[in-house]
């Protein structure tokens, strides 16, 4: 491979930003753009309050909600790295979109707001990142708040995650109180509130501070030298090897909106941040990165970006080689040949046309309802397809079924299309084959609901079955109807499988307490 290429592909960093919403992703987003030039002024990514939107405001849904449904991807340079960053959508009513999205990437950023601590959808989000072995580095938000104690938020990590950790700074108190950070990895103190032109300081051996400064008085100082003597003797050492498996997790302190602490992160995050990773194929072949055949995965389909045109995008991660405008490539599962004439890629506010994309890129394909979730793309006469992304256990259920029975040939289309994109799953009650979806957050029924009208001109009737357990069935054949009620839904999926939906974890110990032998089993 030529060496330009070589180091194209090297230079690029992939990342996604992991956090419960409000803990502060738009905010460290818009001031990482601001120092790779990608914006002019650090605010302008997503103006909730000023009206503006991004061109990932594709659909009403999104307006009228003031929050971005789906995951759209930034790149910029900064210190000779080209960063990609893979949005996650910000709100509460994740989906399985936001899962996927971290199928895409080789680290992950996780944002925790540092009064709040770990909460409920980093966790969930933290489970995908931890399954895949990613490296996972933490920035703790809102310093310039009053929070919980460094020490407790450090305990937290590992408690409730279950991952070690090592701190790269400390803070030097909070709130009002914030002085700086004291950065044990790059051996200097950052002063919050720098009197003239020193903001860093740099620290002896010792630990000490090598020039003077007033700080060094107060009782934050203090403390916070005394909490890393005990990191020191007693915390976890820093080790690159753990890092890149995911295992141990380096946490940077600072405050987003601030921007303290922020290019700090940045700079050393991307020291540490993994090249483009290989990743293996079906006959557990590791496709490299540099290999010189071009393959990617499709890992998100997204619907009417242009509400003029009925279009779709078919976004694709570059596993290996180099993407050409025009290039022909082969969907193995198709057994077909595409030629990639039109195909965009994401820069903040501007989708742009590209023409050259290298492994460790997005790039979005203009697609006329070819291709699915999960789909190889690969050049030349190679068909070999890439490990099939996971499926993810749904958590909420409705009943759907057309207002108008007149428009059920519609109905179904609508649903089937939807389901291949994998905007929803499908399931179905065993004799009556009545519909029942699921989701993995309540926003995807929304926009089921919305693009069944918009698109496929059907009015659709919902009724909630709320929240299930739904687990997959080892030895199906030894499942009997009467083992099924109204605490334990027996159902079938898109591919037939039987599937209990559980009214609760009681429900489900209780059927495994009474049917021992039925061997239950959980997707992602
Ligand atoms: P999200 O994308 O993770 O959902 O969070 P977002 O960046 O929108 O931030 C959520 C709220 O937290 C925003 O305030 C934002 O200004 C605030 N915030 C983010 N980082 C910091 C920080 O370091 N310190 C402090 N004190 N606040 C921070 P908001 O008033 O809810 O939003 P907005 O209306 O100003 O956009």
Request: glycine share 8%.
């Amino acid at each position: 491979m030529e060496k330009k290429i070589h180091d194209e592909i090297n230079s690029r960093r992939t990342f996604a930003i992991i956090s419960h919403p409000d803990a502060g992703k738009t905010t460290i987003t818009e001031k990482l753009l601001y120092f790779g030039g990608a914006i002019r002024d650090a605010g302008t990514v997503k103006g909730k309050k000023s009206g503006k939107f991004a061109t990932s405001d594709w659909m009403e849904i999104e307006k009228q909600r003031g929050i971005s449904v789906t995951s759209s991807v930034l790149q910029f340079d900064y210190a000779g790295k080209r960063v990609n960053i893979l949005d996650t959508p910000g709100h509460e009513d994740f989906s399985e979109d936001t899962y996927r999205t971290l199928m895409a990437v080789d680290a992950a950023v996780m944002m925790v707001d540092s009064a709040k601590g770990i909460e409920p959808q980093t966790i969930k989000l933290f489970k995908v990142c931890r399954m895949r072995g990613i490296p996972i580095f933490t920035f703790i938000n809102k310093m310039d708040r009053q929070g919980k104690e460094p020490l407790e938020l450090m305990e937290e990590l590992e408690e409730v995650l279950g991952i070690q950790s090592y701190a790269m700074n400390w803070p030097i108190g909070m709130g009002k109180e914030f002085l700086g950070i004291y950065d044990r990895y790059n051996d200097r103190v950052e002063l919050a509130r720098p009197e003239g032109d020193e903001r860093f300081l740099p620290i002896t051996e010792e630990g000490g501070l090598a020039v003077e400064h007033s700080m060094t008085a107060t009782s934050y100082y203090q403390q916070a030298l005394e909490d890393v003597m005990l990191l020191n003797e007693a915390g976890n050492e820093f080790d690159e090897e753990r890092v890149a498996k995911g295992d141990l997790t380096p946490v940077f302190f600072g405050s987003a909106l601030t921007n303290f602490g922020v290019q700090t992160f940045l700079e050393t995050f991307l020291q540490f941040a993994p090249p483009p990773q290989p990743r293996k194929s079906r006959d557990g072949e590791e496709v490299e990165p540099e290999s010189e055949i071009f393959s990617g995965f499709i890992f998100k389909i997204q619907a009417n970006m242009n509400p003029a045109h009925r279009d779709r995008i078919a976004f694709v991660r570059i596993v290996s080689g180099e993407f050409e405008r025009g290039m022909t490539v082969n969907v193995p599962r198709l057994s077909k040949n595409f030629k990639l004439s039109q195909t965009t890629q994401f820069l903040a506010d501007d989708r742009e046309t590209v023409n050259e994309a290298v492994a460790g890129d997005i790039i979005g394909l203009y697609d006329t309802g070819n291709y699915q979730i999960g789909d190889t793309v690969v050049g030349g006469k190679s068909n070999f397809q890439f490990e099939a992304l996971p499926q993810f256990t749904p958590e909420l259920f409705v009943r759907v079924a057309a207002k108008n029975v007149m428009k059920s040939k519609q109905f179904h289309k609508g649903i089937l299309q939807l389901v291949q994109e994998g905007a929803i799953q499908y399931y179905k009650t065993l004799h009556t084959e009545e519909v029942i979806l699921g989701a993995v957050g309540q926003l995807q029924f929304e926009v089921f609901e919305h693009r069944m009208r918009a698109e496929y001109h059907v009015e659709v009737q919902m009724e909630t079955m709320g929240s299930k357990v739904a687990r997959w069935i080892e030895n199906e054949e030894d499942v009997k109807e009467s083992m099924a009620g109204q605490r334990a839904l027996l159902v079938k999926d898109r591919y037939d499988r039987k599937v209990f939906l559980f009214e609760n974890d009681f429900a489900m110990r209780w059927f495994q307490d009474k049917f021992p032998d039925i061997r239950l089993y959980n997707l992602l």
